[in-house]
């Protein structure tokens, strides 16, 4: 029979993401209308580590869901990969009589919430965990969405329309650089709903020549049309290993050997790195939506006392039933296995699933198109 907890706590963990808020506000008024005790912790792990727990009630709660970033604050935390690091952040839990922990945080934060509560090393009574995803990145397995990337894409289409406004007054091209390390999601999406001419993304595994030459040819394609038309934009991930400035000196020197006739100045490509831009601002009306309803899901386990899940949003495979069933709670939530997801992020990173695939193929499909 599964052990109820008394007290939980909440922490928000690696990059922040427009949504945390509204996963937290959420968690909180689930688990105090079923009588549980909430503690936030500031700075995800690093601040557990420090023992820096905050009450949570109601009133802190109200309004946060409109703010972006996390009212808990964030931190990356290396050192939790170390046993003798958890076993500290167990012992800090036990003297808080925190039995129950909500982590809302990507792949690295995540896994360190697997980590913690693994029966093999936390010995008897492990603290339960629940997962609740959020990345910008939407670079997590088993869940169609993860919270912020609504937000972030939104941020980058409407970066991509003002640029766009300038480049086509300009007959120019713009190399515009979006966040994603290991995943190319949001640049793909992004480049979809800006109407861009071309997506560069990791899981593509192409080499700086390859790159250079398909952004060469779009540009000698596009500027085959007639004026009015003849703007390029490409949307490029981070996660693609050339860095952009070098990638504009290369698509330059290629586009004066190719258009030898051009005037070099008229056909020089613009770079903007949006960086750190696509992480911030207010959450879309969605992703406080989607913050709400995973909370809700991944709470309504804990505090029934589950352990070892991630609430999902509608994951684009099929699951079997040890791997998660969909929530009693929201049909378009499941609960998973947080040990499966972690398993298909990796998958997913590695472009080893059958979505990473799917995706690549898309854009291989079209890219040909595009330059008609
Ligand atoms: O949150 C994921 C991510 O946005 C990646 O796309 C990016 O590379 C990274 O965070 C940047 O992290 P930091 O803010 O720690 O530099």
């Not at 503690?39 to 309004?63: H, K, M, N, S």
Request: contains cysteine.
């Amino acid at each position: 029979m599964a052990t109820r907890p008394q007290r939980i706590a909440i922490l928000t963990s690696g990059g922040d993401a427009p949504g945390m808020n509204a996963a937290i506000r959420a968690s909180t008024l689930i688990a105090r209308a079923a009588g549980v005790e909430v503690l936030g912790i500031e700075r995800g792990w690093r601040g557990l580590l420090e023992d820096a727990f905050v009450p949570l009630a109601t009133p802190d709660v109200q309004g946060i869901l409109r703010e972006g970033g996390t009212i808990l604050g964030s931190a990356r935390c290396k050192e939790f990969h170390e046993r003798e690091v958890r076993d500290r952040a167990r012992a800090i839990l036990r003297d808080r009589g925190v039995e129950g922990l909500v982590v809302i945080g990507g792949n690295g934060s995540l896994a360190g919430a697997q980590a913690l509560a693994d029966p093999a090393e936390a010995g008897e009574r492990p603290p339960l965990v629940v997962g609740v995803p959020a990345s910008i990145d939407n670079d997590l397995g088993l869940t169609g969405l993860a919270i912020g990337v609504d937000t972030a894409m939104n941020t980058i289409v409407e970066a991509c329309d003002k640029i766009a406004d300038t480049a086509t007054a300009h007959d120019r091209t713009f190399i515009i650089e979006v966040m994603g390390r290991d995943c190319g999601y949001l640049a793909m999406t992004s480049a979809i709903a800006a109407g861009a001419d071309l997506a560069l993304f990791p899981e593509a595994g192409r080499d700086q020549a390859s790159v250079v030459e398909s952004i060469v040819d779009t540009v000698i394609a596009v500027r085959a049309r007639p004026r009015k038309s003849r703007r390029v934009i490409v949307v490029k991930a981070e996660g693609v290993q050339v860095p952009v400035e070098q990638l504009k000196t290369a698509v330059d020197a290629r586009l004066r050997e190719r258009v030898p006739d051009a005037d070099p100045a008229a056909i020089e490509t613009r770079v903007t790195v949006l960086g750190h831009v696509v992480r911030g601002g207010r959450p879309s009306a969605f992703d406080r939506l989607l913050g709400s309803r995973l909370a809700n899901v991944a709470v309504r386990a804990l505090v029934a006392g589950q352990s070892h899940k991630m609430a999902a949003w509608m994951p684009a495979v099929e699951l079997p039933e040890e791997v998660g069933t969909r929530s009693p709670y929201d049909p378009y939530c499941w609960l998973v296995d947080l040990g499966a997801a972690l398993v298909e992020t990796e998958n997913l990173l590695r472009g080893r699933s059958p979505l990473a695939r799917w995706r690549a193929g898309v854009f291989e499909d079209i890219e040909d198109a595009l330059l008609l």
